[in-house]
């Protein structure tokens, strides 16, 4: 997410762990930059002013605790986490959660995906839909509940047509559930019989959480949308979509941040799995590219028995034992936002993007080519000349330009884990070199 505001700001930080010497000239560098990635992510001019001013302030007049370039990259690690205000913790507790939201924002999606992250929670999560107006809505929030295993209600469960019937019926029938999704009614702007809607279902039910839900692309228009929604009917927390497609997202963020609004989740793409609680200090963690190791176990935990994840750690490299890393890492999500939860900084391992995009496709014809080896080329990929390969190719129904794709795969991961693995790998990754390592124990 925000990948051109990430990518800026690790240039930021390699350029200050480059540095001799940390001066006025350094500094004043280092805010130029940071103004320029900041307003191309559409942070209001105003705000990126002030935190400029605050930056060059703080890293050229405070004593310092650690050495220069340490003090430098905390204090804009500390400024970053400022502007993006606080975040809402949702308790893992039984509770009834109210979805409102403008047409268009993600509000129905982002159901599904609040009732997933409960499930993976070990809550057992119920979805009512509440919006008769839009019959695309029901439809597809049904299709996303089958997908998780999560019960549905909606007005053709009941024979109900009014929407406070139809919620009374739900939150009756899903009374054993620990918690209650009901997805309202969006609209195309705030109108008087919206909210009057969305209030009236709010006294019915007395919600514990009434979560708004924003689209990303809005940018700084966030805070005015939020202001309204909670001067209407008094949100609890904020969902801001669809964080992967725009360049907009730091202007949304900021914008919250201005409002009493805090964040709770972020929607980070078009899966169901894409989908994560907002916790300022990690999201700076990452942009910076310093990782985010808590998320990443948890999402192992979530994801994985545990012989799966010491598979996974191990660090073999046969084909075989690639297929079951590359089954593994697909249950646990995107592998390249995995890797962004890794302190990595400049790395450079040659990785194209293609490596991440190994969808189950992908998996299911590598399985078939693999069956095509013998054992002896499972072990030992290395051996696999010109007549192997066309062999391989033939008894597999595939081209060779296959096969030497699965066999690129295998040499990319094997060079990724072993350099991730072995101290050797630390000499490549300027954020590792003696300074960060010690800071980012005193950041998490």
Known sequence: MLDNLSSALKKSVKKIVASKRIDKRTVDELVK?????LIQADVRISLVKELSNRVRERALTEKLVLNPREHVIKILYEELIGILGKSVDIPLVPQKIMMVGLNGSGKTSSCAKLARYFQKKGLKPAVICADIYRPAASDQLKQLCARINVPFFDSNSCGQKDVIEIVKAGVKEFSRYDVLIIDTAGRHALESDMIDEI?????????????????ASIGQQASVQAKAFDEAIGITGIIITKMDGTAKGGGAL??????????????????????????????????????????????????????????????????????????????MGPFKKLMQMLPLGGMDLNIDDNVYQVTEDKL?????????????????????????????????????????????????????????????????????????????????
Request: charged share 35%.
């Open 33 to 37: 930059d940071l103004q320029r990635a």
């Open 199 to 215: 209030r009236r279902i709010g006294a019915e039910i007395n919600p514990e959480q009434r979560l708004l839900v924003l689209d």
């Open 254 to 331: 900021s914008a919250v941040a201005e409002t009493d609004s805090g964040i709770a989740f972020l929607g980070t793409g078009e899966r169901v799995e894409d989908f994560e609680r907002f916790e300022p200090d990690r999201f700076v963690s990452r942009l910076l590219g310093m990782g985010d190791i808590k998320s990443l176990i948890e999402i192992a935990d979530e994801s994985l028995d545990k012989d799966e994840i010491e598979t996974t750690l191990k660090g073999k490299f046969t084909l075989n034992d690639l297929y079951a890393q590359l089954e593994a890492l697909r249950k």
């Open 364 to 444: 299911k014809r590598f399985r078939v080519i693999m069956d095509s080896m013998t054992q002896e080329e499972r072990n030992e990929p290395k051996i696999i000349d010109g007549s192997r390969l066309r062999r391989i190719a033939i008894g597999a129904g595939a081209s060779t330009a296959e096969v030497n794709e699965l066999l690129k795969y295998h040499r990319m991961m094997q060079k990724l884990l072993k350099s991730l693995s072995s101290g050797r790998g630390r000499g490549k990754i300027p954020m590792l070199r003696g300074m960060p390592l010690k800071m980012m124990k005193n950041l998490k």
